[in-house]
């Protein structure tokens, strides 16, 4: 038997059960902080030594040189090939699909030019170099590789370095079949918080990254925190999440093998299924009772929905939406028969998947959008990995000889009033009376 | 007489040089550190009565309540009733226009339909509520105010709540009357790390906010720091920096004064000039030490400029342009006959000024453009503040049955070859063989 919590909005502390449900200690571990700031300093003191001394220590893989560490766009390519039939069109559809949804998400320079011929826009350019983090053994998944990869390609990054950790040499094939589908540029094997630190510093061999996006285990994301502002970051992601939405017209079966898809990942994911229909959340505890057997992760499914997991009973759909903007999940799943309905009254969410043959399954492979989704409430200020994360924008003035004597004017009197005097004059000597010549 | 370094490209050793000019010592001190983990801790336990706590120790505020620190709407438009005519017109101007520009910045929520009926999409939303920090004291810039007032609410936040430290109880009118102009909601009179405490955890009187923004004191970028992850923040900004690439038509004078008017902000901002025609620079260093005895603010000018300021000879434009790509600057004028030509080769900096007339101080007060931007080489891989820093995206995915078929298929297929067995019967049930309702 399953056990997993029941909870009723109409019950007294129903917000509190509901806070402590949500609770996560993000607590930082000061024995890994310890050691990473040991690592950050070695790696950016020694360098390419201090890379392959961490590279034999904590993955057993002894190199002469960095440059042995590299897995050559050659070996990137015939790991592809080396993929059977129906595995290299799937990851070739994923890719695909992937690809032709971030291109909508591409920017482009605009400008405008005022009357008086001042010229005002937003130039978009991409980043030169970006980083991408692949983690080895289980939590390696290829699917994650192409939702890094392809953004950051649509986007124009110049170069996108992959590091992965390859423990006893050990590479996996399908990971570095999706690096060359994603249009890695290069990559290295090695991994953790040393990995992290040859992107944000440079070595000899490997060239700096302005930015480092992709998951990692602890040290990983500590060293990440650590190398933010020298490099940019993605979002260090939480336990991941999903949040079900049901009118009760889904057939509970399919309901409680999402709500398993999400508990699978790790004992500390999130499954948790809002209706206002108790009897559907008694099928949907019933089919997972007799779908869990049948399970190869069935350990991790039963600890995760046991400690994080919900069922619970709202008055209507209006206040299960009113739920989810608060939990702001990253994955939300609104399981109806008038899916867009609900949708407009959802303000935070990483992804909505709308109707009942939208699994998140789905959305974490093929459907296009970004597996790369804000967790923790996140959602409420920010969003999905994006074509956006490696784009910049630099404003662009030219005030005119004309525009200038409005703005020079307006310019100088606020600067008088803040008591920068010499930002007055900068704009005064564009006037026409103090003009010189 | 002033004292600024002159570097030559040519010269040996010019890359250690610039670099040793760039390099700014960001360590955090851990004195600052520990206070400020004392008041998180102190207003997320003991909430209204330690915000009353340390405003009375830290601003001399004594108040009986939270409530009576508010600066009600009613105070804050009869700040804006109080300016004298010609200050009001400027601020005023100022909004407008800043408004103008960034109502250009707002994204729109798109969808697309496949021709088997999926619907895939990203929607956009404005934050909830969001925290406007402004300092007190002599930093206290109207202008600041407006640059991160007007985007949020461009941007269609719900509440934009200012607080904003109030010494022995003064109150900057200018400010206050920007806050009127710019749409905040609310405002209160606290700061320090007490107020990015109230904000992003909430208190009894003060609602918590879903993303903290403005520039503060060594102790507000601490808190800043730590808060991050239970709301967003914007950039940590460094020192404030101006690049100047100088083909040597524009006055000597001019040149001097926009160097000036990046020095006058503090000791560590800085201010460098290249340019390929040793004679201009000289021009521009007698222009220094002529025009620096009229300036208020000289003492400063004078310090930051022999600590961090710079006149560079470049073999030429082209070479001027690639410095400028590697200092990724804050703010890069191109005072120059062709600016557009020399802008085209620039990837990195937070704002590009174009042409003789534009000079930074148009664009900090009133071109139209943000003035927050990304300092400290940071303009590889971030933005200037914009309506994009209070929107979120969320993916929209509505699979049709049919859509469900071919999507399935391609998921089950990834999620096998991950080991995600749920992920696939998930996937698997949206298929027609079996299917069940």
């Known amino acids: 038997m399953l056990s997993i919590k029941r909870l009723n909005t109409r019950d007294d502390g ?25 690592i950050l300093k070695g790696v950016r003191q020694h360098g390419d030594a201090a890379l392959l001394d961490y590279t034999r220590r904590f993955d057993r893989v002894t190199a002469a040189s960095v440059a042995e560490l590299e897995i050559t766009p050659a070996a990137l390519a015939a790991a592809l090939d080396s993929l059977d039939a129906a595995q290299r069109q799937a ?36 980043l030169d170099r970006v980083g991408l983090y692949v983690p080895g053994g289980k939590a390696a998944y290829p699917s994650s590789v192409l939702m890094n990869a392809i953004p950051a ?19 996996n094939p399908i990971v570095l079949a999706a690096a060359a589908l994603g249009g890695v540029d290069r990559a290295w094997a090695i991994g953790g918080a040393q990995a992290v630190a040859a992107l944000a510093f440079g070595t000899d061999t490997i060239a700096p990254v302005d930015k480092i996006v992709g998951p990692g285990n602890a040290y990983v994301a500590a060293a990440k925190r650590r190398v933010f502002g020298v490099v940019g970051i993605d979002m260090i992601a939480g336990p991941s999440e999903i949040l079900i ?82 939990i702001a999940p990253e994955h939300l799943e609104i399981s109806a028969d008038e899916p867009q309905r609900w949708a407009d009254l959802i303000r935070h969410a990483g992804a909505l998947f709308l109707g009942r043959y939208s699994s998140e399954a789905l959305g974490d492979y093929c459907a296009g959008p970004n597996h790369v989704l804000p967790t923790s409430r996140t959602a409420r200020f920010s969003s999905p990995l994006g074509v956006y994360d490696f784009q910049k924008r630099s404003s662009l003035i030219q005030v005119s000889r004309d525009g200038a004597q409005t703005l020079g004017r307006i310019a100088a009197c606020l600067a008088y009033g803040e008591g920068l005097q010499a930002h007055a004059a900068s704009a005064e000597y564009r006037l026409p009376s103090t003009e010189k010549t």
């Open 245 to 326: 939405v049901a009118d009760g017209t889904t057939p509970a079966d399919w309901v409680a093998m999402d709500l398993f898809s999400q508990a699978e990942h790790d004992e500390l994911a999130q499954a948790i299924l809002l209706c206002p229909d108790a009897g559907y959340l008694d099928q949907v505890a019933q089919a997972m009772d007799r779908l869990l057997p049948g399970m190869p992760r069935a350990d991790i499914i039963r600890t995760s929905l046991a400690n994080r997991g919900g069922l619970i009973q709202v008055r209507d759909m209006e206040e299960a939406c009113e739920i989810a903007n608060d």
């Open 153 to 171: 390609k649509v986007a124009g990054v110049g170069e996108v370095v992959m590091v992965t950790p390859t423990p006893d040499g050990l590479r």
């Open 14 to 38: 129903f917000k509190a059960s509901l806070r402590a449900l949500l609770a996560f200690d993000a607590t930082q571990d000061d024995s890994i902080e310890n050691a990473v700031t040991d």
């Open 91 to 126: 990851l070739e559809a994923a890719a695909d699909r992937v690809r032709r949804y971030h291109e909508r998400q591409r920017a482009e320079t605009w400008t405008y030019t005022e009357d008086d011929g001042t010229m005002l826009g937003q130039k978009i350019t991409p």
